[in-house]
């Protein structure tokens, strides 16, 4: 029994928790079902027939959100046989069996190396009426073979390596991804071509070390390599990359940054402590004064660079010196923006059994006081941009305020969120086209500008978003069983079908 009326194709509908990397991975999921003939349910809709949670294990209460949102869907899903729920991602891939044991209405666990199993794993617990759980040990193939369904018009995501290499004390995500594997610069570059094509404006760049890419073909300055060979491509206008780390960083990749017009001078770089004796605790093989000597490199190459980072409180065995450390550092440093963390407890990883577990109010209390100085900062450099002529490329959903006040948002080149007045050009100007304004207030978080924009550029993006269409990369899918288009059972007569 299907909820699909007769005749109709199945709908789906994907909730993402975590990182980029998950985020496109949904962006392939969606690609994957849509190929195999399901259709994106309406936003308002709470009854898709296919849930798929793509889930992520880095946090603590990772575990508890996903069984309290299954929880939500149990009683939906008996009322209306044949829904189908599915749970991928990292969580599924640490937790494996134990998620259907845990919420045996689940119908299929896939993990993070076989996303291209999810539609015949659907068909199959469909057809047998028993849950499907298919975690593989290593990469079936590399992602980016599979089609995907883009969410933006206007900047798309390019992965062009998976897995990590380190050995963080703090972090599963190896675990669960793997060791690092690297696409060739060739298909890299066809897929940002690929987008290009289709209208889009930027491009990121996205692996767990982006900078420690070329390692599994020798070249150890292949990431610089690629990153001017993106500066050929006619009509990319960004290029951004996430997240580098310092180890591995190197001086041809700032030459790159800066000398490659299109590449946005934007750094984001996990610092995620300023002590060296935590960093060391940490297994993060950098000290805060390589740290900081990369910073004064991109500064002196661009002078403009907004740089933002990565930082974890309350590790364990932090004392206050340690802390108070970290607290010069971003001082020094400067950050534009910061992602800050208090210290989560993941069972798996070193740090889990480490002594000197910090007490609940200490993590917390310094977390507040290293909130209180990063917007000090933060607030501090976007006051240094009022006045100035900033480049938006006007994005969705960034201004959750943007119809009350009359504004619109969007990114400008270093990255920095910017909410804008439209003026004469209310109604013209769309998601994917760029404007020219001059930044007028500064919060720590955001610009506005709330003067008439300078000027005002209408992009193949911003065509694309009006006539509703989003880019579609298609796969080459290698090895994989042989997607179709789901059946659709004729409808019932009478009763109700147990699933």
């Known amino acids: 029994m299907t909820t699909a009326a007769a005749g109709s194709p199945r709908t789906y509908q994907v909730r993402t928790y975590g990182c980029q990397m998950n985020v496109h991975d949904s962006e392939r999921i969606s690609g994957l079902l849509e190929d195999a003939g399901y259709v994106r349910a309406a936003e308002a809709d709470e009854q898709p027939d296919v849930v798929v949670f793509n889930t992520c294990a880095v946090r603590e209460n990772a ?70 759980v298919e975690i593989l040990e290593s990469l079936e193939v590399f992602p980016s073979t599979l089609p995907t369904r883009r969410e933006s018009t206007y900047a798309g995501w390019v992965s062009i390596s998976v897995g990590c290499n380190n050995t963080c004390t703090f972090c599963i995500v ?87 017009p299109n590449v946005c001078h934007s750094l984001h770089m996990p610092l995620q402590s300023g002590s060296d004796d935590v960093l060391r605790a940490m297994r993060r093989s950098y000290r805060s004064e390589r740290y900081l000597g990369i910073i004064e490199k991109v500064r002196a190459a661009m002078p403009d660079a907004a740089i933002t980072t990565d930082i974890i409180v309350g590790f364990p065995g932090e004392t206050e010196a340690d802390f108070a450390r970290t607290l010069d550092v971003v001082r020094e440093a400067r950050f534009s923006s910061a992602f800050t963390f208090q210290y989560s407890k993941r069972p798996g990883t070193p740090a889990a059994t480490m002594d000197g577990q910090l007490p609940k109010q200490v993590v917390q209390e310094r977390y507040e006081r290293l909130i209180a100085c990063v917007e000090e900062i933060t607030w501090a450099e976007n006051k240094k941009l009022v006045g100035e002529t900033v480049e938006v490329l006007v994005a969705v959903g960034e201004g959750r305020k943007d119809e009350r006040t009359g504004r619109m948002s969007g990114r ?64 080459v899918l290698l090895g994989l069983p042989t997607i179709g288009a789901p059946a659709v059972p004729p409808a019932p007569v009478g009763g109700c079908a147990a699933h």
Request: charged residues 25%; aromatic residues 4%.
């Open 63 to 132: 575990d508890n959100r996903l069984y309290g949102n299954l929880g939500h869907l149990r009683p939906v899903k008996a009322k209306h046989p044949g829904m189908q729920i599915a749970v991928g991602g990292c969580l599924a891939q640490k937790d494996r069996g134990d998620i259907v044991r845990k919420a045996p209405w689940v119908d299929v666990v896939f993990g993070t190396h076989n996303i291209g199993s999810l539609p015949a794993l659907l068909d199959r617990a469909r057809h047998n009426a028993a849950a499907e």
């Open 412 to 475: 400008a080149r270093d990255g920095r969120l910017v909410h804008f007045a439209t003026g004469e050009l209310a109604g013209r100007i769309r998601p994917g086209d760029i404007v020219h304004t001059v930044v007028t207030y500064a919060a720590p978080h955001h610009l506005n500008a709330d003067g008439a924009p300078l000027a005002h550029r209408r992009t193949r993006a911003g065509d694309a978003a009006e006539a509703g269409q989003v880019p579609r990369t298609p796969g």
């Open 174 to 260: 190896p675990s669960l991804r793997g060791k690092e594997k690297d696409r060739r610069p060739g298909d890299i570059l066809s897929e940002v071509r690929a987008l290009v094509d289709s209208g889009v404006l930027e491009v990121t760049l996205l692996g767990q070390n982006v900078n420690s890419y070329g390692v599994e073909f020798g070249d150890r300055y292949a990431f610089g390599k690629l990153l001017r060979a993106c500066g050929d491509i006619d009509g990319l206008e960004r290029v951004r990359f996430t997240s580098p780390h310092p180890k591995d960083f190197t001086d041809d990749v700032i030459a790159a940054m800066a000398e490659t």
